[in-house]
């Protein structure tokens, strides 16, 4: 079984620049969730959907941050413009079907480690 | 406000101790208790995670030891290995109702000696 995928793996910009990053969750697995982890901390969450819509949002920053899953299946986290804090690694995770005994196990992939110069 | 409070920060045994890793948490409406492993460069991977109808679990080396009435949870490395070396992540989930989110501790990270 593949593993969630994300890209780019790294990615440096400089502040008030546009940056945009990628996630493949696991083949069928309807929830899938964007995390910042900055270091030292544990993950945050940004953003979760189920299937193609929007369960919880509510710490994601919306003046500057987006995230869409288009036919719930990939998703695309953006930042615009982005900041100094906004330094952190970006982690995608998906999980079966949350909510239901023995799915609630969330796989995460490698991260994308955003450093904002 | 921190839904999951974790503790130490770092730890350091040697081979063959038994690292113990708390955590506490105040929503009682939590019902799935994870811990992760991370290494460097890697994403978090789940390591042992349980119930709050079981009061211990054991898989391999990893046992959770869970406190309902204190909201307390535990992770113990039985005969700890250089290769466990990582930042250990607790979580605590909410239910359908709160929209089954995930919050994290603030990660311990152990280093075991040779």
């Known amino acids: 079984e593949a593993g969630v995928a994300q890209s780019p793996r790294y990615k440096i910009i400089e502040k008030r620049q546009s940056v945009a990053f990628w996630c493949n969750p696991i083949?069928?697995?309807?929830?899938l969730y964007w995390y910042q982890q900055i270091l030292g901390q544990g993950p945050k969450l940004l953003i979760q959907?189920?299937?193609?819509?929007?369960?919880?949002d509510s710490q994601l920053p919306k003046d500057r941050f987006s995230a869409e899953r288009l036919k719930g299946v990939d998703s695309t986290l953006k930042i615009q413009p982005a900041k100094l804090e906004d330094s952190a690694v970006y982690l995608c995770?998906?999980?079966?079907?949350?909510?239901?005994?023995?799915?609630?196990?969330?796989?995460f992939g490698p991260g994308t480690r955003l450093t904002v110069l | 406000q921190q839904q999951v409070k974790q503790s130490p920060q770092s730890l350091i045994v040697q081979k063959g101790g038994i690292p113990i890793i708390n955590c506490a948490y105040e929503?009682?409406?939590?019902?799935?208790f994870p811990w992760y492993q991370q290494f460097p460069g890697k994403g978090p991977a789940l390591l042992i995670a349980?119930?709050?109808?079981?009061s211990e679990k054991k898989e391999g080396r990893f046992t959770i030891s869970f406190n309902k009435s204190a909201k307390q949870f535990s992770l113990h490395i039985m005969d700890s290995q250089p290769g466990d070396s990582a930042t250990y992540f607790c979580?605590?989930?909410?239910?359908?109702?709160?929209?089954?989110?995930?919050?994290f501790g603030t990660g311990t990270s152990l280093t075991v000696i040779p």
């Open positions: 995770a998906s999980s079966l079907r949350p909510g239901l005994y023995n799915t609630d196990t969330q796989y």
């Open positions: 083949s069928g697995h309807a929830t």
């Open positions: 959907f189920q299937n193609n819509g929007v369960v919880d």
């Open positions: 929503n009682t409406a939590f019902d799935y």
């Open positions: 349980i119930r709050p109808d079981v």
């Open positions: 979580a605590a989930k909410g239910t359908r109702d709160t929209g089954n989110q995930f919050y």
